[in-house]
């Protein structure tokens, strides 16, 4: 170690005043001394220290508080130069010292190399042997001293096998020490300052030089420190030497890829960073904002809007020159330009007004349906005629599975236009029609932007699927939203939330379907048009299983047809027992559901050719779900027809006489309001003209007649007005005793003044009769005209009998009266 000439230990003697300015001699408070290692004196100053403890052969600084000054000056004094140095917990660093604390406790005896009293007490001290003290006491009431003795000075000779165990250790620590060296530097200092100082092949230092220079805790050192046996402790030395390595390299390796990560980072950056200079000088490539707003200009060049969107454009597009391209506010403005672009501004496509060919695509891609084919070529016809459609609004309504979806793409396959459809279905956000505000995280436009963006045309055919189950929530009512939408009245200026703007939706043609029309809003419904879709007949749902149906499973499931064929009489089977719906969901369902069991067949190799006959179905579908119907007959027993969502159906209705001790009228069949009050009308009816109807019944039949009128599938909810005719026929024929004529079915109001008044679903009411091989129908005479729209395969062998009073409904029943 370098000394200064100019050190004066001379001024840290006891003769120096106590008043002197020890600042000012701070320069000249330092020093450096060398005296024997084999120092061993038998009383020595002591110094407490906190936390990390002091081992023999380290040299490191030390700073003291100024109340140490005292013993540092009497050590500095002295002709050995040494003091001990003792580790206490850093918990007693706040506590008040007590020097008694320190008996019995392993120190390390220091020789203090240079030294520094001023402002700030700091020593370096080179660690020499270990210490034990014993008596502790206090000197001058400064200076803490105590009895010395040398732990490892009492150590008996170790023999020759342990000569050889300490070799090994030692040449284990170097070897370790030698590995952590290339791996950082300071090591190689620590290890270099140990040679200068010390005699390499003195185990006992190495061990304490090795566990010095780790960063172990101050319990581990501590331990080495109290470890006086030489080789537990070179055993507790190569253990922390050994965990320093593996922390070393451990860190080095985080390191190295912290780095390389890093490097590669910055490589990267600086080639895009060189590449984009030089594709600048070069004219090739501009930044990345420049290159976006070039490509937003060149999307609204290519197409035709108004002016007031161009002026928004450019309105926005200066807004966002003007912003960083890293800022939250640039991707706002980058998306919203994008959606207006997206619009397809100023692009139509051009109509297929060719009515025949419309009628062309309406028969391939449909079965039946002659009226609603017929009222879709008048409107066809009537754009044709002005040239555009921007007009009435058309609704299809009818059950599931009856082909309205497809109705509506066959409009705009025949139409040449693009189409576009969205459910409505369960909706309750306003939104979703009109879009969010921009000032929201994630908004959008609504469902009608979208539509135009993906047709890619301002003109396309939209399909609002299910508009009769919208909801209505916190969010809006989006019913109301579509009233703006679909008139043709505002929707030239409809205004969509996010965009902002005005678009035209005027061009665009709107088709809605609905299963019913009771939860339509009634001031949605009044800007549509509505056109039932009343279902399919049996024979119709025959043509199109062997036309569309059979052939688009078959396809469906790679089957060529001579593989899997249907015989009619299986489809009628299928049709009769297992799909009576109005539509031909079920239908496709169960001719699916039979290839799949026959592609079994051909893939086991039981069969290579597989044909359906009507013996098979029960085993490919199992027991059918609907019995062939079954027309009840007998005393107090009619049947009547009914309306349901899902198409007609018959329904019967029986009366029975309980007993004649007490009046009272029981209704069953899960029966609605309006039916239970046409229950009543019935029961009242009957009773008031009981003596005109039924000359040969007492007069007061139903003074104690306790009457239960019933209504099969009791589990099916039901009502309505038009079982007034078929439950007071019921009555009737209870009181008559005596059977209705067989192979009739009715429908109609009755009042209680006797009239039969007007019903709704007559198609629907026809082919359910028709389908359970009923040919004879009483309808209300209001309701000639509708029976006379229907087409003729739906009138086909019916007899319609029309009736204004219910006394014409008894004379054809049951022959009272004159027949009118």
Known sequence: ??????????????????????????????????????????????????????????????????????????????????????????SELEQEFKADSLTGKMGCLVRIMQARIGEDLQIVI????????????????????????????????????????VKAYAMAIISTMQEMIPINPLYYQELKQYLLRFNPNDPSLLADCAASITTASSAELLEVLETVD??????????????????????????????????????????????????????????????EINRLTDKMDNLNPPKEILDRFHEELNRMKLLDSQSPEFAVSRDYLNWLTDVPWGVYVKDNFNIRHARKILEEDHEGLNDVKERILEFLAVGSYKQEFNGAVMLLVGPPGVGKTSIGRSVARALNRPFFRFSLGGMRDEAEIKGHRRTYIG???????????????????????????????????????????????????????????????SKCLFICTANSLDTIPPALLDRMDAIPLSGYLAEEKFRIAKKHLIPKALEKSGIRNREIRFQDTAVRKIIDEYARESGVRNLEKSIAKIIRKGVIKLVEKESEKIVVKASDVRGYLGVPPFAREKTLSGVGIVTGLAWTSVGGATLPVEARLVDHYAKGFSLTGNLGNVMKESASIALSYVASNLARLCSDVPANYFEKANIHL????????????????????????????????????????????????????????????KRVGISNLIVPNANREDVAELPDYVREGVNFNYVDTYDEVASILFDIGKKK
């Open 1 to 90: 170690m370098s000394r200064k000439k100019d050190d004066d230990i001379d001024s840290l003697k006891e003769n120096e005043t106590e008043h002197e300015d020890e600042t000012e001699n701070s320069e000249q408070n330092s020093g450096s001394v060398v005296v024997s290692d084999k120092v061993r004196p038998a009383k020595v100053a002591v110094i407490p220290v906190y936390d990390r403890p002091v081992l023999p052969s380290e040299l490191i600084p030390v700073q003291l508080a100024s109340k140490w000054a005292a013993t540092i000056r009497q050590v500095v004094n002295s002709e050995s130069k040494v003091l001990a140095i003792v580790v206490r917990p850093e």
């Open 126 to 165: 080179q660690g020499l042997t270990r210490v034990r003290l014993d008596n502790i006491h206090v000197k001058n009431s400064k200076v803490i001293e105590g009895d010395a003795t040398y732990p490892e000075d009492e150590l008996p000779p170790r023999d020759a096998k342990e000569e050889i165990e």
């Open 230 to 291: 030489l080789i537990p402790r070179l055993k507790l030395s190569l253990s922390l030497v050994q965990k320093e390595l593996a922390s070393t390299k451990l860190e080095k390796t985080i390191k190295n890829t912290v780095s390389e990560k890093i490097n590669a980072k910055q490589r990267n950056f600086f080639l895009k960073e060189q590449l984009k200079e030089i594709q600048k000088e070069l004219g090739v490539l501009v930044d990345d904002k420049t290159s």
């Open 443 to 505: 908004a959008l436009p609504g469902k009608l932007v979208q539509a135009l963006k993906e047709s890619k045309a301002m003109n396309p055919v939209i399909l609002l699927d299910e508009i009769d189950k919208l909801g209505i929530s916190t969010q809006g009512d989006p019913g109301s939203a579509l009233l703006e939408t679909l008139d043709p009245e505002q929707n030239c200026g409809f205004r969509d939330h996010y965009l902002d703007v005005k678009i035209d939706l």
């Open 710 to 769: 019933h209504v099969p599938e009791g589990a099916t909810p039901k009502d309505g007005p038009s079982a007034g005719i078929t439950m007071a026929s019921a009555l009737l024929s209870l009181v008559l005793n005596r059977a209705p004529k067989v192979n009739f079915a009715m429908t109609g109001e009755l009042s209680l003044t006797g009239n039969v008044l007007a019903i709704g679903g007559i198609r629907e009411k026809v082919i359910a009769a």
